[in-house]
């Protein structure tokens, strides 16, 4: 895709009553980054990523995807964890979303199956499955319409260390073998400093600063504190 900026957030605000998720927030994703959403709890990185995603409409501001021509480009999206036929296996959960897509092939299931590690998953009811399991078949129906275009939110959620290092390598595959634009909400520094080309740090619903990776003459732990008001004991 020939666009400079995947996203482009102007002024962004979605209040809720009298409290404001969202306070004129800025943010700029370049096309083909690995940006890393980094946050405390309560930031607003899930509500960013909901009105990013049409699920929710913000109160004033306004936002382009894929240079300004979302009907050109590709979604996918995991947002407050995965959401699935629990009574389903993952191949079917798959078979389903795909259904919805409108694309068709068997073999497409299995590849993604493949690639989030989930082959031996069988016929096993998704209810049944653990956090980590449920993690990993929601980034695989993320994926299943070949998005341009990834959202995220703390997918690391339940992940065990093995889990970790499995989703660490996936976005980075998934960001140079297939040149995808991924954005990772999280409040993890350290997972964040290894996978992410850019960081947004979002405060109190506001975009205190962005940054290329390369950019950070500190640690990101030192910068985040910094931009925040925090401390290491706190």
Avoid at 160 to 171: A, M, N
Wanted: include cysteine.
């Amino acid at each position: 895709m020939n666009v400079k900026e995947m996203i482009a957030v102007q002024g962004l605000t979605k209040r809720y009553g009298q409290s404001a998720a969202l306070d004129g927030l800025d943010m700029h994703v370049p096309c083909g980054a690995v940006y890393g959403l980094l946050g405390s709890n309560g930031a607003g990185k899930t509500t960013l990523l909901r009105v990013l995603c049409g699920l929710q409409k913000p109160t004033s501001g306004s936002y382009t995807l894929f240079g300004g021509n979302p009907a050109g480009g590709r979604m996918g999206a995991m947002i407050e964890g995965p959401a699935l036929w629990g009574d389903m296996s993952a191949a079917d959960n798959l078979r389903q979303q795909l259904l919805l897509l409108g694309i068709p092939g068997e073999e497409k299931v299995q590849e993604l199956l493949k690639l989030l590690g989930l082959e031996g998953s069988g016929k096993k009811k998704t209810k049944h499955f653990s956090l980590g399991m449920r993690q990993r078949l929601g980034i695989a129906m993320a994926l299943a319409g070949d998005p341009e275009l990834l959202l995220l939110d703390e997918p690391t959620n339940g992940l065990d260390p093995r889990g970790v290092i499995f989703l660490r390598r996936l976005i980075r595959r998934l960001n140079c073998e297939r040149g995808m634009t991924i954005v990772v909400a999280s409040h993890h520094l350290d997972e964040l400093s290894r996978i992410a080309t850019h960081y947004g740090v979002l405060e109190k619903g506001r975009m205190l600063r962005e940054m290329a990776a390369d950019e950070i003459g500190e640690s990101l732990e030192a910068c985040y504190l910094a931009l925040t008001g925090g401390d290491v004991d706190a």
